[in-house]
């Protein structure tokens, strides 16, 4: 079972920035990729950023550029350093996980509470 607490969301005005925190904890935890999800009011959950243990990073079109997710694999740690944010970006923003179980299923799949991110023009 793993725990995810988020933190940092809040009001910014436009062209401000915001970083967005997510630890993970609980046990045994072999984390294969910690990413970053949002929904606004009426719209899908969308990826905004991924992370493997790795490294490797994948972001959606509309956030690269002014978008950067980092982790830190000793503290089982992600986070969304986000610049230049626009109004469209107002949503809540959600930590997602993918943990490695030594037996089936294999993996599992864990989310975080949501922080709101609202942008003010």
């Known amino acids: 079972q793993v725990q995810l607490v988020e933190s940092g969301g809040g009001l910014v005005q436009a062209g401000g920035s915001l970083r967005l925190s997510c630890a993970a904890s609980?046990?045994?935890?072999?984390?294969?990729?910690m990413a970053w999800y949002r929904q606004g009011t009426g719209k899908q959950r969308e990826l905004v950023a991924r992370?493997?243990?790795?490294?490797?990073?994948n972001y959606a079109d509309s956030v690269k550029g002014r978008f950067t997710i980092s982790r830190d694999n000793a503290k089982n740690t992600v986070y969304l350093q986000m610049n230049s944010l626009k109004t469209e970006d107002t949503a809540v923003y959600l930590c997602?996980?993918?943990?490695?179980?030594?037996?089936?299923?294999?993996?599992?799949?864990?989310w975080g509470q949501g922080t709101q991110v609202t942008v003010s023009s």
């Open positions: 992370i493997t243990s790795g490294g490797t990073t």
């Open positions: 609980g046990s045994a935890l072999s984390l294969a990729s």
């Open positions: 997602n996980v993918l943990n490695v179980l030594g037996k089936p299923p294999y993996f599992s799949e864990s």
